[in-house]
């Protein structure tokens, strides 16, 4: 209680919060679902009171931020390959505050920041208390948003980046949907590791100011799906032929996407936006030696979760971040007492509108 | 010229031949062309004299056996993608007997079989003068088949075996085609492994005496396209998921096979019989961990010409040869002067016939 104390006198802004809460009890709301459903439906709000000490080996935190990725919606909808025990609590990722840390407890102190770093602790509440051995410590310098998505998009743009061929500055990665939260953070990454990118966007209105954005970010080249299929890009050495090929969007595209690897590269699938899959022509395998794998974000989590690996990778992307190297995707932050108004917007396609929504709990 | 003699007294078969030979010249014969096309319009036996004595680093060698692969014919009509310089001559593989080798060569003697090692040397002929690096020696106890098609199918299907996923015996290895020549080299190659086999035949009239013949070679199982879909062979665990998977079918039956592999098998495709691409969920990859990749044995060895890895290969499968473990392809000899019948037959569609045409050079 001492630690407590004294940490809330630092924490103005929130203590009197905190004071009230572990005088008492912590007051938790957390979005339940006790079956898989349209999350307009399935979704509820339930109080809980945590009214317990702080358990040995936990933190007890508030959270801060938390987005709502479409893997959240699919995820309750009983739509996506891990599926958690119900009931559950929705929301794979998010920042919180530690409020109070158990006895036996060592790395963490309150007014730690942390991020939950096992897949679907369920991020959509108020409070929690988690094992320490479930969080990971992040600076306060870090920006909210960075902090609240790092577990998925820019690890998956990190992982696939290394993970499935050797690249070394000068060399060329080419994908689709460069606009998606991900893709922003390959062109940011590519940009730091020295490598060029060739960014495929849909064709669409205002694709210039689009085109633009994603120059800003750093990429190198930026060509519609039209431009792609005439462009002298590689015929003309302007840009080596890329080894590496990221695709999130499947169908024609990915196949004009493989078109344009260098003999013996590889295409990761890690999305598929338009719903169709992948085709590969039987000449591209067997004389031009492609490779059409994919990535994962969640299995790879599960299997290095407490891997040198995994610390590495989020020390360097949190590294980035400070430096103001790459930064978080565009955002929309909606209060969590507005939950249903932030899911309407995205199972109504809000999604596409390119930013991020991101539940804030500071007024909770 | 002494060394020569001393063989030819051994050889009496041969001996007049190339007695007249050596005192004047060797008189070949070879299928060549100078442009690309239909090989019944474009082949053209031409006459030559090797007048030369045999240079240094080089064996005299009579072909005994050639065969005509399908890669044979797509590379005449210039549809391959290793095209050779022309004028060219035809033919990738087959055995000869080396009648005579060059002052610096220790490695071969006078009646030595060989093997060609490099893809595109032109065995369609009957007399060459080649490299003592470009050729590798053969048991005479070798079948004159497996001979003539020690490089390309049972290679192929060895290296898909051993390159892309790590087998351990009682796993099982899934393919299609599976009455290709490749095919039944899987087939025996994983029953001397200790690999289980799962092989899909096209539905066809008289497949029980298709399946028959499979089962004979070693096959585990032998299903139809039409049996795969509904089998409960895996589900219900009287065969392991297959972590790996030989596709030389595309399309529909590629995409059956894909669906019955463990979860992060590796679907190989070396050929493309149906002219279908290959086509792959997006599921499949992302969550499944599918890997779709492609084999060439051209590429490979022209990669791994002179490699270890090379060696122990060929003498691992020279030696189950040799033990009567595996065999070769069921075959129809042809007679190197009938070349144009046996082209017809294979353009014409023979090769349906499951037969593999061998030029045979015993009487030219």
New interface residues.
């Given amino acids: 209680m001492f630690r407590l104390t004294r940490t809330l006198n630092r924490l103005k802004k929130v203590s009197v919060l905190h004071n009230n809460v572990r005088e008492q009890s912590v007051m938790t709301q957390k979005l339940m679902y006790t079956e898989y459903g349209d999350p307009m439906k399935v979704l509820r709000k339930h109080n809980e009171e945590i009214n317990d000490n702080v358990k040995p080996d936990e933190v007890l935190v508030r959270m801060l931020a938390a987005p709502i990725n479409p893997a959240d919606i699919n995820t309750i909808e009983g739509k996506y ?1 891990s599926k958690p025990v119900l009931p559950a609590i929705g929301g794979g990722e998010g920042v919180a505050e530690v409020i109070d840390v158990g006895c036996e407890v060592r790395n963490f102190a309150v007014g730690d920041r942390i991020v939950p770093l096992k897949p679907g602790m369920g991020t959509w509440r108020t409070h929690a208390a988690l094992s320490h051995n479930f969080v990971y410590k992040v600076p306060k310098n870090l920006g909210i948003v960075e902090a609240a998505t790092l577990t998925v998009n820019p690890c998956t743009a990190y992982r696939m980046l290394r993970d499935f061929t050797s690249l070394k500055p000068g060399d060329c990665v080419i994908q689709n949907g460069a606009n998606s939260a991900c893709g922003q953070y390959v062109i940011q990454i590519c940009r730091v590791w020295g490598l060029s990118t060739v960014n495929i966007v849909r064709d669409r209105e205002n694709v210039d100011e689009l085109k633009r954005s994603l120059l800003d970010l750093g990429g190198t080249h930026v060509v519609t799906e039209s431009e792609l299929r005439k462009t002298n890009l590689f015929k003309s050495k302007e840009c080596p032929w890329p080894k590496l090929g990221l695709n999130c969007v ?1 169908g024609q595209s990915a196949l004009e996407l493989m078109r344009n690897l260098a003999p013996g590269g590889t295409m990761v ?4 936006m338009s719903k169709e ?20 974000m969640t ?1 790879w989590t599960n299997e290095h979760f407490d891997s040198e690996d995994r610390s590495e990778m989020l020390e360097e992307l949190v590294t980035m971040m400070t430096k103001g190297e790459i930064h978080g995707p565009a955002f929309q932050m909606v209060n969590f007492k507005e939950y249903e108004r932030a899911l309407s917007t995205i199972i109504g396609g809000g999604g596409k509108l390119g930013k991020k929504i991101i539940l804030g709990f500071d007024s909770c």
Wanted: glycine residues 14%; proline residues 11%.
């Fill in positions: 390959p499947g699938t890690y999305g598929g899959p992948v085709t590969v022509p039987t000449s591209a395998l067997i004389f031009k030696d492609i490779k059409a794998v994919g990535f994962w299995r």
